[in-house]
């Protein structure tokens, strides 16, 4: 079975610098996806960035980044210029290629932007 | 984005009585939906898959007699909560997903459900 383990629980950054959330999963399978999903206090789920396991280069939406590492099974997300707005609970999330297509959630690292 | 509404956001009921949370997806067809249930400061736990037109697919450990999903359409799935008890107080998430290959689900605003 897929697992997904986020090891910070929380985080803590200064507004317009920069944090890195670790995500780390384990599969057995060569064709997935791998998503980063923002829960600010509204509890509103939103996507920030996904990423083929098939295509090498690092996803990019904006200030976020990702770094995935395949054979390490590891996928980071990194935010750049970091605003209060993105205070929030961030969740690493795999899904397979295959039918089931159900989504698998980390434990979630939460994320405080200091001003 | 695609865009899904849950309701109610927010419920209370008294222990022993039903309730129901639906699921819509407004601008598109939703052939599978989800349901999640997330207790305070924890993750995401899926309870089951529901495609349209069929029986739901509930996850290991999940009473389908005390959780009945219905995805009666290609744009709505609901939960009953079923002789509710204040163990069943949580936040019920809902998400969809098209047929098109999308690999993006879209999350309803959730539903926080108090039994007294």
Redesign the interface.
Known sequence: AQTVTQSQPEMSVQEAETVTLSCTYDTSENNY?LFWYKQPP??????VI?Q?AYKQQNATENRFSVNFQKAAKSFSLKISDSQLGDTAMY?CAF?SGGA?????????T?LAVQP | ?AVVSQHPSRVICKSGTSVKIECRSLDFQAT?M?WYR?FP????M?MA?SNEGSKATYEQGVEKDKFLINHASLTLSTLTVTSAHPEDSS?Y?C?A?DGRGN???F?G??TRLTVV
Do not use: C, D, P
Request: charged share 15%.
């Open positions: 996806y509204s509890r509103q789920m939103i996507l996904r083929e969740f899904m089931t297509n159900k989504l698998i959630f980390g434990t979630g939460l | 984005g599978t989800f997330q400061k924890q993750s995401l899926l898959t936040f998430i998400s997903r690999t993006e689900a999350f605003q959730g």
